[in-house]
């Protein structure tokens, strides 16, 4: 599959730029398990290609599939809309629907647009990742259009062969073409996840590079978003 240029995994709750109801609950997780089928196979190459108009051999060389889709869940005024979600995710994982639930603070909504927020990460049982975000309604965060605000949270996260790739793809990308920008960088990780953030500040949209070092569990939820 090829995605549109410029284009972010998104559910209605990302166009709407609001976090879903309770009653909405059910709709909300059938449109993130389409969303994830859609994303799941895309030609990683030709996607970097379209996002940012530079995709030579030696940078589509490191690159090994997708890890995740990373879906914007809308803004939030308590923190227990999105505890909420959480317990929702946990009655799925409890009747078999998904292997792993986990949830923690975000950390790049904070330090790049002045707003607390939320991840949730799962696994499916056919082993599909799936990160989910959501951010409090604050500040100059709230100001931004809901479309814009789905554009720097959701995202495609992309693996690579190697640790050390991540470092330099983030150093090549940002480097090589003006428009983007790495914006986070974490190496081996408490779960031995290494992984960055660029952002692409024509489009403003964002791309994830990461690399899981071989462990049991899930590899996921790292909680660096």
Same mark, same amino acid.
């Given at each position: 599959?090829?995605?549109?240029?410029?284009?972010?995994?998104?559910? =209605?709750?990302?166009?709407?730029?609001?976090?879903?109801?309770?009653?909405?609950?059910?709709? =909300?997780?059938?449109?993130? +398990?389409? =969303? &994830?089928?859609?994303?799941?196979?895309?030609?990683?190459?030709?996607?970097?290609?379209?996002?940012?108009?530079?995709?030579?051999? @030696?940078?589509?060389?490191?690159?090994?599939?997708?890890?995740?889709?990373?879906?914007?869940?809308?803004?939030?005024? &308590?923190?227990?809309?999105?505890?909420?979600? #959480?317990?929702?995710?946990?009655?799925?994982?409890?009747?078999?629907?998904?292997?792993?639930?986990?949830?923690?603070?975000?950390?790049? &909504?904070?330090?790049?647009?002045?707003?607390?927020?939320?991840?949730?990460?799962?696994? +499916?049982?056919?082993?599909?990742?799936?990160?989910?975000?959501?951010?409090?309604?604050?500040?100059?965060?709230?100001? $931004? &259009?809901?479309?814009?605000?789905?554009?720097?949270?959701?995202?495609?996260?992309?693996?690579? @062969?190697?640790?050390?790739?991540? $470092?330099?793809? +983030?150093?090549?990308?940002?480097?090589?073409?003006? @428009? +983007?920008?790495?914006?986070?960088?974490?190496?081996?990780?408490?779960?031995? @996840?290494?992984?960055?953030?660029?952002? #692409? #500040?024509?489009?403003?949209?964002?791309?994830?590079?990461?690399?899981?070092?071989? $462990?049991?569990?899930?590899?996921?939820?790292?909680?660096?978003?």
């Amino acid at each position: 599959m090829n995605a549109p240029a410029g284009s972010s995994p998104a559910i =209605t709750a990302t166009r709407d730029g609001r976090f879903p109801d309770r009653p909405g609950f059910d709709r =909300t997780w059938e449109e993130i +398990l389409q =969303t &994830s089928a859609a994303w799941r196979d895309i030609d990683c190459g030709q996607y970097l290609a379209a996002w940012c108009g530079h995709a030579p051999d @030696h940078v589509v060389g490191r690159l090994a599939g997708v890890n995740h889709v990373g879906i914007y869940m809308g803004d939030y005024d &308590s923190d227990d809309e999105v505890f909420g979600w #959480n317990a929702y995710l946990n009655d799925l994982r409890a009747s078999g629907r998904i292997a792993t639930v986990e949830m923690g603070p975000s950390y790049i &909504s904070p330090r790049q647009y002045g707003t607390p927020g939320w991840w949730n990460a799962i696994v +499916l049982s056919d082993g599909r990742a799936v990160e989910m975000f959501a951010c409090r309604r604050f500040g100059s965060w709230a100001d $931004r &259009s809901a479309d814009e605000r789905g554009r720097l949270m959701s995202h495609v996260a992309i693996d690579v @062969h190697a640790d050390t790739d991540v $470092r330099y793809l +983030l150093d090549v990308l940002d480097r090589d073409v003006d @428009h +983007l920008e790495n914006i986070a960088f974490t190496e081996a990780d408490e779960l031995g @996840h290494t992984y960055g953030h660029l952002r #692409n #500040n024509d489009s403003g949209t964002v791309l994830e590079i990461v690399y899981e070092a071989p $462990r049991g569990g899930t590899g996921h939820g790292d909680g660096g978003h």
